[in-house]
């Protein structure tokens, strides 16, 4: 079978856990509880270092889990299959904590505390970084501008449009700087991976 219609095991647990769990929440009485234990509470008395891991697997409603997965399994089949599994996980992790933590960076210098952080999206970003890094000139399709961009403008005008939003605060209760950090994070890890001989783009 075409590799393109198969989905690789680290995309797919991940997919499959973030789906598990977004019904959690839903669906269960304890999913108040999951969310206060489990959501990033940064400058909360509910704050737990553990959460910069936790925070990537809940997510605040059906559009932003669907559209989340849409692009890790859009994006993370090529690269998981480019990367290696173990190295894909490693990345993935890398650039959802390495969000978190320039949002929280970011809501300290604003003032903005407390805030609460859900959703794989900083990950993601640095997957969308990651292929146009390693992929600039393959078009991309936007879901809602139906017109092919090169991966690399894509990224380029995706990571503009994330820094103005956040920095105006345009989007309401998006975490802009969050993208921004997965993004910068990933940028990093690709740069010392290839300084090091690890990988080639």
């Not at 075409?2 to 669906?27: E, S």
């Not at 999913?31 to 270092?49: E, K, N, W």
């Not at 956040?166 to 309401?172: D, I, N, R, V």
Request: glycine share 10%; net charge positive; with cysteine.
């Amino acid at each position: 079978m075409n590799r393109y219609f198969q989905t690789p095991p680290v995309v797919l647990n991940l997919i499959i856990i973030n789906v598990l769990v977004y019904m959690a929440t839903a669906l269960l009485p304890v999913g108040d509880a999951i969310y206060r234990y489990c959501a990033l509470s940064l400058g909360t008395p509910f704050f737990h270092t553990y959460q910069f891991i936790t925070y990537m697997f809940l997510h605040a409603n059906f559009e932003h889990i669907f559209f989340n997965m849409f692009a890790l399994w859009m994006f993370g089949r090529t690269l998981e299959y480019e990367l290696g599994p173990r190295r894909f996980l490693i990345y993935y992790m890398v650039c959802g904590i390495g969000a978190a933590l320039i949002q929280w960076l970011t809501a300290l210098a604003f003032g903005e505390l407390p805030v609460m952080l859900v959703g794989a999206s900083g990950a993601v970003m640095g997957l969308l970084l990651a292929f146009g890094v390693m992929h600039p000139n393959v078009p991309i399709i936007f879901i809602f501008l139906p017109i092919p961009i090169k991966a690399k403008w894509f990224v380029v005008i995706y990571g503009v449009i994330e820094l103005f939003m956040g920095w105006t605060g345009f989007g309401g209760n998006v975490a802009h700087f969050a993208h921004v950090g997965g993004m910068l994070w990933g940028l990093g890890l690709l740069w010392w991976w290839r300084r090091r001989g690890v990988i080639r783009y």
